[in-house]
């Protein structure tokens, strides 16, 4: 009996187990990429590079803005004295703001005179 109740009891938990992988998946989001095969995952992220690459550029351009006060930060509030901008810095992308890498991205097509002198 107690042999009988264990083994249901295992199956039960298999069967919660195998629903839940198939409930919880990120609060209903599917990783489309995942269902990509090999030649259309190799096509996207060919078309994908040109778009991480600037992303990367504009990071660190933002990084080392703020970063560099001695060198960079200066030569940046002199191009946009000169261009009569207001002295604004750069926003950085934060992982833990969901909305900071738009706000970095609208400042650099804001003063992307600034951005292409520097």
């Known amino acids: 009996s107690t042999d009988m109740e264990l083994e249901e009891l295992s199956t039960d938990m ?66 946009l004295k000169d261009l009569s901008e207001p002295q604004t810095l750069m926003p950085c992308d934060v992982a833990t703001r969901w909305n900071s890498m738009f706000d970095m991205l609208d400042y650099i097509l804001e003063h992307h005179e600034a951005v292409d002198t520097i």
Do not use: C, Q
């Not at 839940?20 to 060919?46: H, I, P, S, W, Y």
């Not at 990367?56 to 940046?76: D, E, G, N």
């Open 14 to 79: 298999e069967e919660d187990t195998e629903m839940m992988d198939e409930v919880d998946n990120d609060d209903g989001f599917v990783d489309e990429v995942e269902l990509l095969d090999e030649t259309e995952r190799a096509a996207l992220k060919k078309e994908i590079r040109p778009v991480k690459l600037v992303l990367v550029k504009v990071r660190k351009l933002a990084y080392k803005t703020i970063h560099s006060t001695t060198i960079i930060l200066p030569a940046w509030h002199a191009i």
